[in-house]
């Protein structure tokens, strides 16, 4: 926190001058807090319909100027004398009545209502001194029942302060200070239904639906909702009513209608609207001998209450309550806890989300809401936005305190690329200074990955960007720049806050432009804003990109030391939750990218990827549900979570498709390959770009198999050929002029043209000097359920091959035992003795050590009983001399599993649904996420999967992308970790 402690605090305020006029948003001074007082920093409050009632001062004393509010969530900035239940940092909801301790009514279990601090409407000033902590120029500024919570620092009575559970969203629980807690506790606390039991609830504004999810919450079978407005019903639906009634309909009291639907009454009632009609309603509708009625909307002071005493010698039971019958201080923790723990849905009663600046914008809508004609829904809490400590909104100097959610372009599927709306932060990028970008340089993901897929280095100098720099260099360099912009993206995490707010605290800078590539916690917004003292930072945002998008169907998560996913009982519980985040957060930005909320599904025999699918669900429908809550569509779209050990053939083949292939042989990285291995490369094509965007070539034949590349390119050559021999011919100014125009494009396609016939040249010396026309025939025989005996013979000849390298006689002695596992142990002993022979390296037992990884006791899907042996053409068409086609008769699992998704035939018992969360009917977008990696021939997979089905869509993600290499070594790091305890081989 600032050191503001004891100091006159100047902070904006929405100020109400006279009754029903809107209010103006002031400076106001807030003084320190006094003995037994607390001084609060709002981040969210609420508006309810309270508020709207004391501003008009239709029937009440009029008390202005006044700052209303009574709903909020904030954290504590200072004490008074006396305090020492909170201290500074606290996270806190301020409540509009209090807990002295004290008092008889605080002493007693059955009462709520202290003497003390009970709510006093009239009462504008603190109990302390009879004087107001707020001020402009000198002129007192009434506080509203002792909370006045638009403000953005207040001062409340220390015994009308809850403090919270830190890691409770503020922007969710801040409607628990009124009227949610006050009909939830009505039903909980006072009405007390049985599992099982009928409840009616009268009144379905706000308080009568958290009366209604109480119920539901209790068990209760039948929940009846009684209102005059039949639209309401829709909406109630989802707070557990099930059957509805509206007055207006009948001909006969309510009551009675209520009473010959449940034979003789409900169990229980809860009366949320003040009208005494239907208050008498409420009690006469519940059954005699055991009925209970509870009162909690507030009559009109000249009504009356009338019905036959016989109505209370029948023993019924007639209640009222108060805030619920909670005890702020001691019960309110308890309610945050019940959400956090998923009990409690508090997303369902926001209905709206304004900035703090139009505050005037939030009154109207409630007021719309009162006078709403049937059809349209009015119940529930506008949520409003402080400007430093809202869900995505700018700190600072930021100016106007909007909202601000920056979400990437849909592309093709997910992959947010060249579009406005991921160059968001071009806006920041504008202007006539230079810019500096600082990335994450501790996490793979967002360095220099995500914004290298996205701008090129020419296209950022284009901004006017003239450093792109680690976030840890920066902190470290104490060189001032004030004349340059620092735009940051990063990942959300302790590390990346920690280096900022270092940086805020000395600026280097002129201005800071934060952009995060994930949901920022309140307390790291929190961090920022009270960092932030020299209003360096102009803007943040949550710029959902925490992945890097490989192709229009393919994301990948960069995730390093992936090989934790094989050992989950074993790794550090600390280190196995950082994978388990990583993995959910990316998914998480995938679906909030799309703007989508999908329904979850999991491997059942994977233990990581069924912690996965649960920790996604809790983050979608509980942590963050108000933040996926998009337009639902008619099916809703699938998460799949996969573990990649369900296949380890693919990652362990040679790959004859252009793109899988370089990263076989070569390697991509970010779209990137590194040719500085390669003998007599240019000097200007040390790293060359392969991306479907950028390359019309690639584009084309990233899909193709090597034979056909073979071709292709001799084409590609033949049409630069002819362009270079036009430009020869100059003999003209004219001649000159047009080479000139057209000299850019001819150097890109020079370049163009020297990338791919430099990559094929060098794969084909690569298989001709590891033989791998020869080893991958045997692979594919293998992947493809070739005979055993004949799959024997060629393994066994191979590995005698002195001119096969280790690397690919492991491979193949892998892919044997995954696919005769059971069926020749002594032959695969054979082989195993063999390989630890010839390839001292591994004689380690990796090959066994994979078996209990990935063999067949461990799988769901079964890789080799559903492949038919294909009779495989030897004498393929040739293309250029030195390259074949050859054999790829091999599909993933992954084809069968998306198969199985578009024909309805994934099985439940094989794929269990999270939660309460079921499909009805196909889903028209599927996101399959395999823990472990994916590979380039199963995104080629998924390509030809999307354009034979244009009805579905499939994207894949991983947490790596794969080839033979990677995968390996991934075995060999978690072999390692797996010997370090005794009870793992």
Known sequence: MSNTAGQIIKCRAAVAWE???????????????????????????????????????????????RIFGHEAGGIVESVGEGVTHLKPGDHALPVFTGECGECPHCKSEESNMCDLLRINTDRGVMIHDQESRFSIKGKPIYHFVGTSTFSEYTVVHAGCVAKINPEAPLDKVCVLSCGICTGLGATINVAKPKPGSSVAVFGLGAVGLAAAEGARISGASRIIGVDLVSSRFELAKKFGVNEFVNPK??????????????????????????????????FECVHDGWGVAVLVGVPSKDDAFKTHPTNFLNER?????????????????????????GELELEKFITHTVP??????????????????????????????????????????SGNGETITALPNEMEAVVPRKSDKIKIMGGALRGSTGKLIGVDGTDGIVKVSIVSVVYSQSELLQKEVFLVELVDSITKSKELMSHLKAV????????????????????????YHLFFSNILKDTQIHILADSDEHEAVQQVQEFYADFVAVDPYHFTLHIPSSYIYMLPAVVDPSTLQRFCDRVVDGVAAVFLALKRRPVIR??????????????????????????FDFRRTEVSPLLLALDRRDDPVTPLLNQWTYQAMVHELIGIQDNKVDLKSIDKFSKDQEEVVLSSEQDSFFKANMYENFGDIGMNIKRLVDEFQQVSKSNQNIQTIEDMAKFVDNYPEYRKMHGNVSKHVTLVTEMSKIVQQRKLMTVSQTEQELACNGGQGAAFEAVTNLLNDDSISDVDRLRLVMLYALRYEKDSPVQLMQLFNKLASRSAKYKSGLVQFLLKQAGVDKRTGDLFGNRDLMNIARNMARGLKGVENVYTQ?????????????????????????????????PQEVIIFIVGGTTYEESR????????????????????VLNSRSFIRDLEESQRVARSNTSIV
């Not at 990827?609 to 983050?619: Q, W």
């Open 19 to 65: 009754a029903g006029k809107p209010l103006v948003i002031e400076e106001v001074e807030v003084a320190p807090p006094k003995a037994g007082e607390v001084r609060l920093k709002i981040l969210y409050t609420s508006l309810c319909h309270t508020d709207v009632y004391f501003w008009e001062a239709k029937g009440q004393t009029p008390l202005f100027p």
């Open 249 to 282: 309909d009948h001909n006969k009291p309510v009551q009675e209608v209520i009473a010959e639907m449940t034979n003789g009454g409900v169990d229980r009632s809860v009366e949320c609207t003040g009208s005494i009609q239907a208050m008498i309603s409420a």
């Open 317 to 341: 039971t007639l209640k009222g309550t108060f805030y619920g019958n909670y005890k702020p201080r001691t019960d309110l923790p308890n309610v945050v806890e019940k959400y956090m723990r």
């Open 356 to 397: 703090f600046s139009e505050i005037n914008k939030a009154f109207d809508l409630m007021l719309k809401g009162e006078s709403i004609r049937p059809g349209e829904e009015s119940a529930g809490v506008i949520r409003e936005v402080l400007p430093d400590g809202s869900c995505k909104v700018a700190l600072g100097s």
């Open 488 to 511: 940051y993206f990063l990942r959300p995490t302790t590390e990346n806050i920690q280096h900022l707010r270092r940086q805020l605290a000395a600026p280097r800078f002129g201005e």
């Open 602 to 627: 999991y491997q059942r025999t994977s233990d990581i990827a069924k912690r996965i699918a649960h920790e996604a669900n809790k983050l979608m429908y509980q942590e963050e549900s108000g933040l």
């Open 890 to 922: 091999h599909q993933p699992l992954l084809f069968q599993t998306m198969e199985s998704i578009v024909k309805g035939r994934l099985r439940d018992v094989d794929y269990p649904f999270v939660g309460n969360h079921f499909q009805q009917g196909r």
């Open 941 to 960: 997979c998924v390509a030809l999967q999307n354009a034979s089905n244009p009805g579905i869509r499939f994207i894949l993600g991983g947490s790596s």
